[in-house]
């Protein structure tokens, strides 16, 4: 028996192809409709299969006037790692000042992927 048919938009370029997706519960293949391109279908199956997301959010600062600086993370993560990602982030407080692009936490939950700084903190402003 095949599991559910799953609705998808594909975000892979802008033409936003909109996609079903099944897997055979016997086989575990996975069938995709919808798509325009090879792309898509890759991009459903993985979806479907390991969704990852790349986590953009702010940490606090040591900076009165800038109490929080916006950061992402270098790489896409496993999305049920998301939350507790930002659980471990929301104690964190940056040292000012910041570059963009500093690392500001290297390996975050031992994910293999950095928190960058994606903006300039100078001290004092």
Request: glycine share 6%.
């Amino acid at each position: 028996m095949d599991e559910p048919m799953n609705r998808m938009i594909c975000i892979v370029c802008p033409k936003g192809c909109q996609m079903m997706v099944q897997r055979d519960a016997k086989s575990g293949s996975i069938k995709v409709t919808g798509n325009a391109c090879e792309k898509g279908a890759l991009y459903a199956s993985e979806e479907l299969l390991h969704p990852v997301r790349t986590l953009t959010t702010t940490l606090k600062t040591d900076n009165p006037i800038h109490p929080r600086i916006s950061v992402k993370t270098s790489g896409a993560i496993p999305k049920e790692q998301l939350i507790p990602a930002m659980q471990f982030l929301n104690d964190f407080c940056v040292e000012t000042p910041v570059e963009i692009g500093t690392v500001l936490v290297e390996n975050l939950l031992g994910l293999n992927v950095d928190v960058i700084a994606t903006m300039t903190l100078k001290e004092g402003e």
